[in-house]
């Protein structure tokens, strides 16, 4: 009798820790994603780097619908006084412009290819408390997303590849 409930015990600590290991289907943005490119769509239809050559960041989206989104410029100007709260007017600057930040929860709708981000808090203040809905393309471990158009007409559009699933390393 003990066996077996030792063997049940074990039976389902493991399906457990499967369903955690892998995106659940009907979800594929479930995971870790780094940053792989930052750039941008000029009104001619020209992509060019926006963040620079090699950006910087994550993208994670839980399970359980919440997510947060890094991206930083590849070279950021540092402060002379090496002190963040006695930085110049140019520093500060740079280094709101050299970095886009977010968090929040989400929502995907795999039939219309459509995410929905729910924005708590961003590095951008007009951003917070906000809801916007984004088409996206999805190529085996490649995600991608483009941003709402600028003033200046360009488009952001933002690349990660999946490097781990709830967990689990791929």
């Known amino acids: 009798m003990i066996a077996r409930i030792v063997s049940l015990i074990a039976t389902v600590a493991f399906a457990i820790s499967s369903a955690h290991a892998q995106a659940p289907a009907g979800n594929p943005f479930v995971g870790t994603w780094k940053l792989i490119a930052a750039d941008k769509i000029l009104p001619d239809g020209t992509r060019v780097v926006d963040y620079g050559a090699e950006p ?25 006084a090496k002190d963040r709260e006695k930085g110049t007017f140019e520093e500060y600057k740079e280094a709101q412009l050299s970095s886009s930040c977010s968090f929040g929860t989400y929502s995907v709708d795999t039939a219309a290819g459509k995410v929905t981000l729910h924005t708590d808090r961003s590095t951008y203040p007009n951003n917070d408390d906000t809801t916007v809905v984004r088409d996206y393309e999805l190529k085996g471990e490649t995600l991608s997303w483009r941003v709402s158009p600028r003033l200046d007409g360009s488009i952001p559009i933002t690349v990660v590849r999946r490097i781990d699933v709830q967990g689990k390393r791929d």
């Open 56 to 80: 910087h960041g994550l993208a994670i989206f839980t399970a359980d619908g919440h997510y947060t989104i890094d991206v930083f410029r590849d070279v950021r100007t540092k402060f002379a």
